[in-house]
């Protein structure tokens, strides 16, 4: 079983930026893909960043050139740096791992808000 805990969610401007942290409860990333996504109201979720084990990284074109997916390994925590926010990068954003060995085999955090707003 693994936990996932998110933070570093809130309110911030448009142009602003902010960080955020998703915790895991173990040393998964040599197994585990891990990935932010985001749900708008009304909206599916979708992916927003992944790291891979590899590690290789992967950016919706929305967020392209805006946000940074990283992972510190000692840490057992990955990050998404986001800068240049837009009103419509508001959502509640989710950390995922998906294990790589297993397949169907993922878990999620409980989510973090994001609201760009003047």
């Known amino acids: 079983q693994v936990q996932l805990v998110e933070s570093g969610g809130g309110l911030v401007q448009p142009g602003g930026s902010l960080r955020l942290s998703c915790a895991a409860s173990g040393s998964i990333f040599s197994i585990y893909n891990m990935g932010w996504y985001r749900q708008a109201p009304e909206k599916q979720r979708e992916l927003v960043a992944e790291?891979?084990?590899?590690?290789?990284?992967t950016y919706a074109n929305s967020v392209q050139g805006r946000f940074t997916i990283s992972r510190d390994v000692a840490k057992n925590t990955v990050y998404l740096q986001m800068n240049s926010l837009k009103p419509e990068d508001t959502a509640v954003y989710y950390c995922?791992?998906?294990?790589?060995?297993?397949?169907?085999?993922?878990?999620w955090g409980q989510g973090t808000q994001v609201t760009v707003s003047s």
């Open positions: 790291i891979t084990r590899g590690p290789s990284i």
């Open positions: 995922r791992a998906r294990n790589a060995l297993a397949r169907g085999v993922e878990y």
